[in-house]
């Protein structure tokens, strides 16, 4: 028999269906957004470590302050409210430029470290992230409310990392500087894919979500292969 309410049901049910397929398609871009990123500092910094005038260059105190003066202004182009009215285009193309700023100074790492050791330091921070991932839909609930204790790990790891530049500099600190910064990057990937995908099903831009989530992800994942880097640096110093 014929029933209005159970039709008009079907099609909430049906609306909500389709909603929550665009949402999933666009939460894997910012995945995907995001290694494409990571791909592009990587093979930057590749080409930036082949040519010693070029990489003397990207580590002068001039070049340093300049890039991250822009670095600076494009997250703050990049911030939620200025991307939710920004042209997609100009978006994802102030995202690679940060992209391409963060390889020009990261050439050095090529010179530091080998290849195998480089890849071996990748890997470890893509399955810390990826624990993190899991964490994340496990704790999802519990992760909404942690943003306040992550703000307050991330104040303290920059009062640590000045006291260890300019007053105190020790490797033992940089040791719990880099420990404490995995526990805090490590916490705020995953309130961040929480949060991400919150703010997906909230905003009808979930495309420009997909872009802003992605360069958070991006920090977020850039900040876990820096300190896993200083701990294995820090390791082979001790050793030698």
Do not use: C
């Not at 592009?40 to 930036?48: C, E, H, P, Q």
């Not at 009808?204 to 880097?229: E, K, T």
Request: charged letters at 10%; zero cysteines; hydrophobic letters at 55%.
């Amino acid at each position: 028999m014929y029933n209005e309410n159970q039709y008009e049901n079907y099609e909430s049910y049906n609306g909500e269906n389709v909603v929550n397929s665009r949402v999933t398609y666009n939460f894997s871009l910012v995945f995907l957004w995001m290694f494409a990123a990571i791909f592009v500092t990587g093979l930057v910094a590749w080409l930036v470590s082949l040519s010693p005038l070029i990489l003397i260059t990207t580590l002068s105190w001039p070049f340093v302050i300049v890039t991250g003066i822009i670095q600076i202004v494009i997250a703050v182009v990049l911030g939620k409210n200025t991307l939710l009215r920004l042209n997609k285009t100009k978006a994802i193309i102030l995202f690679f430029t940060y992209a391409i700023l963060n390889g020009l100074t990261f050439g050095f790492i090529f010179y530091l470290v080998n290849a195998k050791d480089l890849f071996m330091i990748f890997a470890i921070s893509a399955g810390y992230f990826g624990l993190m991932a899991l964490f994340s839909a496990v704790f999802k609930n519990a992760l909404r409310n942690g943003y306040k204790f992550f703000f307050i790990g991330l104040i303290s790891l920059l009062i640590m990392s000045l006291v260890s530049l300019f007053f105190w500099y020790n490797n033992t600190l940089l040791l719990g500087i880099s420990i404490l910064g995995l526990i805090v990057f490590g916490g705020l990937t995953a309130f961040d894919i929480r949060w991400i995908r919150d703010l997906m099903n909230q905003s009808p831009n979930s495309v420009g979500v997909a872009i802003y989530g992605a360069f958070h992800l991006y920090l977020d994942f850039i900040n876990v292969f820096v300190y896993f880097l200083r701990i294995f640096l820090l390791s082979n110093n001790r050793k030698n």
